[in-house]
């Protein structure tokens, strides 16, 4: 198994549509998670931490799964401006692994 | 509040020059780093430090050289440009490694 993986997509939803995906990683002692957003040919941003217990910041909510080993956000209600690039992110030893990332695509 | 500064955003280059990434943060941030990100590979490490004076090899290092003599400046050198560098660099930071990463707005470089 790669050590961050997620589906490329694109994922096409019509504005107002929930959407969740999901990243599996292969480090099973990994301990910090996160979803960057990434914008077309801009840097990276991060969009939130994932914690144990799974968080939410307004429409968007991230979850854990440490038995199966992977980490998901959902998107509710999607705006026209959620279109991006959704980064997985597991940090390994010392460093952050990157998923490459999954498209989602809000249409009208 | 700058964040990390990265310079130049573009570049051409061609087969065998050398020229060096600029990236600086005024953060106070221990960590940095830098990466290259290109169609389908999605982001992957060059270089990390850790603090000034430590520097370790990431995941793809051939050709490029960093050195941190300061905690605000980190460096990406190419020693003798190729076609395959090309790609876009990004540098990141952080309070310590693992932690959030900060980046800057990337440089887009061609090697012809």
């Known amino acids: 198994r790669k050590e961050v993986e997620q589906d490329p997509g694109p994922f096409n939803v019509p504005e107002g549509a929930t959407v969740a995906f999901n990243c599996t990683y292969s480090?099973?002692?990994?301990?910090?998670f996160f979803w960057y957003r990434q914008d077309c040919r801009k840097e990276p941003k991060l969009l939130m931490s994932?914690?144990?217990s799974g968080n939410e910041d307004g429409r968007f909510t991230a979850q854990l799964n440490r038995a199966s080993q992977y980490i998901s956000l959902l998107i509710r209600d999607s705006k026209l401006s959620d279109s991006a690039t959704y980064l997985c992110?597991?940090?390994?030893?010392?460093?952050?692994?990157f998923g490459k990332g999954t498209m989602l695509l809000v249409s009208p | 509040n700058a964040g990390v500064t990265q310079t130049p955003k573009f570049q051409v280059l061609k087969t065998g020059q050398s020229m060096t990434l600029q990236c600086a943060q005024d953060?106070?941030?221990?960590?940095m780093s830098w990466y290259r990100q290109d169609p389908g590979m999605g982001l992957r490490l060059i270089h990390y430090s850790v603090g000034a004076g430590i520097t370790d090899q990431g995941e793809v290092p051939n050709g490029y050289n960093v050195s941190r003599s300061t905690t605000e400046d980190f460096p990406l050198r190419l020693l003798s440009a190729a076609p395959s560098q090309t790609s876009v660099y990004f540098c990141?930071?952080?309070?310590?490694?693992?932690?959030?990463?900060?980046f800057g707005s990337g440089t887009q470089l061609s090697v012809l």
């Open positions: 994932v914690y144990s």
């Open positions: 990141a930071s952080s309070y310590s490694s693992g932690e959030k990463l900060f």
């Open positions: 480090n099973s002692a990994s301990q910090s």
């Open positions: 992110v597991v940090r390994g030893y010392s460093t952050l692994t």
């Open positions: 953060m106070n941030h221990e960590y």
